[in-house]
């Protein structure tokens, strides 16, 4: 994937400081580098943003994961310049959307980036029908097309029959689907999403995300989500960007974030995630070299066998069968060894094997 | 006065900045330039002699049906029960009222469209700006609440006695809410809600129309409710510089003290009010009070409309 990966997104140093001063006080951050504290003593403005900078690939599932207040908001509405950054940029397939005109912006707003907020942020004087389209209607699309997208799109979500219905008809969960259908209307190229599942009780929240990750998995949708649940951000997000108080601490994948915490903040966050579905075999197996340096030659004939891009949970049911070790091989030759003692660990989330 | 000696504790007594005679010499410029004003003039008058003519064009009994029928509509069955029986009333009280009571409405009606076509655009513009809402609510409160006598002799100067200045004073008497209202409509509307509208690229004029105007629509309604219930309440006033209509009865009544005739007067005002209040009140609800139905499939529309599905 890194070497064909495209860039869809890519967000290039973006600053945010909300306040009368903030220029300034972003001037003084380049050429002092000032500490947060010292922007908000000297010039009254508070830090949204702080020099955040990643790309998101084509079909890629970017996750933003952050508790609130930590800026996450406010950096997804760079990337159709609802806010403007005080510095940096936003390229979407390599055009600079901070250069745009008025006119560009709409046009690339209404037929590229699709957006499902948090509030839902229907319009209550609209029909659901009326609402899905409503990125075609301000294009000036015809009727006949507008009718025909819309219907196609809340099929989507399965609110068929829905359609002349008014949004206070639905309940939370269906007017979120009315939200994502109408994201989905234009056929964009980008789906922000801006903690779009947040709001719903939890048995409504799995079901949308199941919706979405069919849908997802089906359209191929460059995405960024937004979510302050790491849970959801891992069973969503191909790449995670931790963010803490305006900053991104790491991103990566949710095995890299799990396994190799950038610092206390994310290792904090990610001590109650279970591992099992997520660590590989091939992040605890002990090498076959170091295996029988350590251990001496062994029979490996009755043992269980395993791939190393077999996740813990694999292992485990592998496991239970035998008391022998597992042997992990990649296309019939092995390549190294699991024990318990290893596996246990695994799934606690220390590396004790290997630090040994 | 300014020649005695001067007087620390009481100064203002010997200051004259002629702010009096300054506002006359404006009355002066006026009546000097009343040439100028003769076209407005001219437009107002037939705007005015033409919604007069039409609603004494229509008989009364046809008149009291289609008004009915329109509270119907716009309100719903009960509401059109009340206006009925108060436009019954109102032709019940005298004989002349009838005519009378279609004078003050064609008054009324004509302040109140140029009240919208004025009010409307001020309103958004005061919604989306918060300097010009600063600049323009000393200006509203100061046409609220100056006496209506102290611009009576200015108008009348420069445009003279009868119904367009009349109209003229009720404007200035009747445009603040509608101003007022409107704006608070627009700020109300779900910032989030105008976000999204944004998000999926729609243009300041598209998100003023397609959003921001229809959600602040019961807000500006009841904006345009309060408009028409103080031009109502002005046509007494008007009466003084030669409006004729109903409040020129109560204005006479009071001057030959005939409680009668000040009662036919005062109650006709009375029953046109309550007329016009509920049509107006019922024009605010919103979707959701109203079943979620559209406009023609309620009221008598809704009946033609079903008879005529029927007869296909």
Redesign the interface.
Known sequence: MAETREDVIRCEGIWKIFGDKSRHAMEAVRARGLSKKDIREQFDCVVGVQDASFTVGRGEIFCIMGLSGSGKSTLIRHI?R?IEPTSGAVYIEGENVNAMN?EAL??????K???V?Q?M?????RTVRDNVA??L???GVSDAERAKVAAKAIEMVDLTGWDA??P??LSGGMQQRVGLA?ALA?DPTIL?MDEPFSALDPLIRRQLQGTFMELSAELHKTTVFITHDLDEAIRIGDRIAIMKDGVLVQIGTPEEIVTEPADDYVAEFVAGISKLDLVTAARIMQPMAAYVQANGPQDMGTWPVGKPEDKLNELVDLAVGTDHPILIAAEGAPIGVVTKRALLRGIQGRDEERAA | MADTSFDWLNPFASIDLGIASWADGIKQWAISHREMIQPIKRFFESVIVGIEGALHAVPPLVMLVIVALIAWQAAGRRAAIVVGCCLLVLGLLAPEAWGLAMTTLAIVTASVILCVLIGLPLGVLAGKSDRFEAFIRPVLDTMQTIPAFVYLVPVVMMIGIGNVSGVIVTIIFALPPLVRLTSLGIRGV?P??V?????????PA?ILR??EL??ATPTILAGLNQTIMLSLSMVVIASMISVKGLGNEVLRAMGRLDAGKAIVGGLGIVMLAIVLDRITQGLGRS??ERG?RHWWETGPAGVLTAMFKKTN
């Open positions: 159709n609802l008025a709409r046009k690339l707003r209404a037929e980036i699709g957006m907020f509030s942020a229907l319009m209550p004087h409503f990125s209607e301000v294009r219905k008014y206070d008809e109408r234009a922000l | 779900n989030s809600v976000e999204a509208a944004r998000a999926f690229g729609a243009s598209q397609k959003v229809p959600l979707g959701r979620h």
